[in-house]
């Protein structure tokens, strides 16, 4: 029986860009979409990896497996590290990837591109029933583009030009994203963790 990870979210283009990153691991991935019931975790962590491991967590005591959680933030050195362990919510509680472009492009509003540098950051955990959790971090350095350009990703893609590239994450090509995107980085220093998990019985 292949061992059972659940995946700390209802995002299903989490769920597919993971699946796309580490074909071939002997899991079965499911998501919480898949466990009625399942608490929705407050992300107050002052830290990316505090709201990962909090995730991560509550979703292996839940579910009484594996579970995998990550948070992701997008950090601006010209709004001092924002919109950072905010990022999904930066326009607010319940507002769309749109919206929160919208603001960010606001804030940066004058900003010439030199001054535009951001990366980033994905802290992704494991953990297990009651047990230890593992983290790892990936990250990207880039810029902020000065308009969304592209229709592919989520979140900030559409604005974020990953370093060495002319095109937003949002223009390349799901391939392309996941040969250099921050949550490919992470991914890759889990998969060790993730090759040696046993089911949970």
Known sequence: MKPIVVLATRNRHKLGELLALIPGLELEFRTLADFPGAPEVVEDGKTLEENAVKKAGSAALFCGLWALADDTGLEVDAL?????????????????????NLKLLAELDGVPPGR??????????LASPGGPVTTVEGRLEGVIALAAFG?????????????????????????????LSHRAAAVRKMEPYLRRLKAVR
């Not at 919109?83 to 509680?93: D, F, I, M, Q």
């Not at 095109?167 to 090509?173: F, G, R, V």
């Open 80 to 100: 001092g590290g924002a919109p950072g362990v905010y990022s999904a919510r930066y326009a607010g509680p319940g507002r769309s990837y749109a919206d929160n």
């Open 116 to 125: 535009r540098t951001a990366r980033f950051s994905c802290v992704m955990a």
């Open 151 to 179: 229709a592919n990703g989520f979140g900030y893609d559409p604005l974020f030009v990953a370093a060495g590239q002319e095109k937003t994450l949002a223009e390349l090509a799901p391939e392309e994203k996941n040969a």
